[in-house]
């Protein structure tokens, strides 16, 4: 009763407790403080944390003398010397009281608070649990075991750096590449210098506190992907942790796929010439041809001529079809007038377009109509054609239904395969396959089902590429 009677009245002349916060005061030591206590030793700010360790409500530890909480009140005395004679008392341990009368050991960081003239206005700082600050460390060090045990068993490259780039970790498959590498300056063992790299990452790492991603490659010729990242130990000491990945392999068929490419075009480029002029001759001396049947020479002639268009166009298509090409730089057609004119190029059959919708697509997309009226009309042996458009959300269905012999079903998932053909009159199995590429790059969709009572239907979904209201 009698340290209740105690308490209450200094509470109330604690006027300015409510202003006595840690973030009002200059010089202060610690970034979060969990107890302040003004020169005349009442207790003025705690946190949550200062109530779990002594055991006492907030509002009780409000105004109480900072003298109640120490078991030996003499301690207080040494402790308040050496801060006041030093401004900062940094590990002090000492024994305090909690609230129900158990003892807890703690270890004190205080410093001193001084207003703009130098006044004193009393101390702040850190109260911690020695028992449980040994605990949490002793968690973060088999934490940190646990996963030192993990990076040294992962099969690419891992080290960690401190500030002056000593290697201070390296798992066993960095070992493996290098000797003994630890406290050795990663210029030295990985590149062979006695210099620092220039614009060196773990550097910026360590000034930018975030990760970085970069490649290089090392002294014995193999090319990385290297990751690096902040880290921090148990301890708070900073370093830098990098994860190596060995992409040699990777850039190696890099290589030999941009050379793969570029062999290919120049291919293209000579087939395109060549092809060309040999079609251009023959569409001229056909021109010259005489016979009773125009019929037959003007069929002759627009093939030859519609083979002479496709030539010249296989540059775009080339280039639409790698996404070579700006998006600014790839003529884009409405599909339902490509259609039209694409069906005045095959007055054997009857084609009927129904519906509507708006959408864009390169003239690439004509080689996928192409084969698909053309698969009709040789394999189907179809003599008419429905497309059909419908709108779908932000794109287009396009239907494309026969009423020819249809597709058996045991072949139905094999006729988008490169090289797959059927029936009687086989094609080189390419048809199809393109078809489906170039659906694909224009990010839609191709299949093909059955037509009631016969035939096929081959539906064409885009959900991009230039979307239009009609």
């Known amino acids: 009763m009698e340290k209740k009677e105690n308490t209450k009245p200094k509470a109330k002349e604690n006027k300015n407790s409510n202003t006595f916060q840690p973030n009002n005061y200059i010089n202060h030591a610690y970034s979060f403080p969990n107890i302040s ?84 206005l009393g101390h702040t700082g850190t109260i911690k649990d020695i028992e449980l600050e040994s605990a949490i460390r002793l968690k973060l ?45 990663c210029y030295k063992v990985f590149y062979g210098t006695d ?34 990242y902040p880290f921090i130990d148990s301890e708070g000491n900073k370093f830098v942790l990098e994860l190596g990945i060995d992409i040699t392999k990777r850039k190696s068929m890099e290589v030999k796929l941009k050379e793969l490419n570029e062999t290919l075009e120049i291919i293209n480029k000579i087939l395109r010439h060549d092809i060309l002029n040999d079609l251009n001759v023959a569409l001229n001396f056909c021109d010259l041809i005489s016979t009773e049947d125009e019929d037959i020479k003007k069929r002759v002639m627009k093939a030859i001529s519609k083979s002479v268009e496709l030539i010249q166009n296989s540059r775009d298509f080339e280039k639409a079809f790698n996404r070579l090409a700006e998006p600014s730089e790839i003529q884009l057609f409405d599909v339902k007038t490509k259609i039209s004119e694409l069906a005045t190029n095959f007055p054997e059959i009857k084609i009927n377009i129904n519906g509507d919708c708006g959408i864009l697509l390169d003239e690439s997309i004509t080689t996928v109509f192409d084969n698909i009226v053309r698969n009709a009309i040789i394999h189907g042996k179809a003599d008419k054609i429905d497309i059909d458009f419908k709108k779908e959300g932000d794109g287009c269905e396009i239907s ?71």
């Open 195 to 228: 210099k620092p790299c220039e614009d060196c990452p773990i550097l910026k790492v360590f000034k930018d506190n975030a990760p970085t991603v970069y490649e290089k490659t090392q002294r014995d010729g193999r090319i990385y992907e290297f990751h690096d």
């Open 37 to 120: 206590v003004n020169k005349e030793g009442i207790i003025v700010y705690v946190n949550e944390d200062t109530s779990r360790i002594l055991g006492y409500p907030k509002k009780q530890l409000l105004g109480m003398q900072a003298t109640e909480i120490y078991l030996n009140p003499a301690d207080r005395d040494f402790f308040l010397k050496e801060l006041y004679e030093r401004g900062t008392v940094r590990n002090f341990d000492v024994t305090f009281k909690k609230m129900d009368g158990k003892r807890i050991n703690c270890r004190l960081e205080m410093s001193v608070f001084r207003d703009g003239e130098g006044n004193v």
């Open 400 to 470: 494309f239904a026969d009423n020819g012999s249809g597709i058996s079903q045991d072949i139905k998932d094999r006729v988008f395969e490169e090289g797959f053909s059927f029936g009687t009159n086989k094609g080189s199995g390419l048809g199809l396959y393109i078809a489906k590429k170039i659906i694909q790059n224009h990010k839609g969709k191709i299949k093909i089902t059955d037509n009631k009572p016969k035939g096929t239907v081959v539906t064409l979904t885009f959900k991009s590429w230039g979307t239009y209201e009609k």
């Open 141 to 185: 060090e088999q934490e940190n075991q646990r996963l030192f045990l993990i990076l040294d068993q992962l099969p690419v490259n891992v080290c960690l750096y401190d500030k002056r780039r000593n290697i201070v970790f390296a798992n066993k498959h960095l070992k493996d590449r290098f000797e003994k590498i630890e406290s050795k300056k």
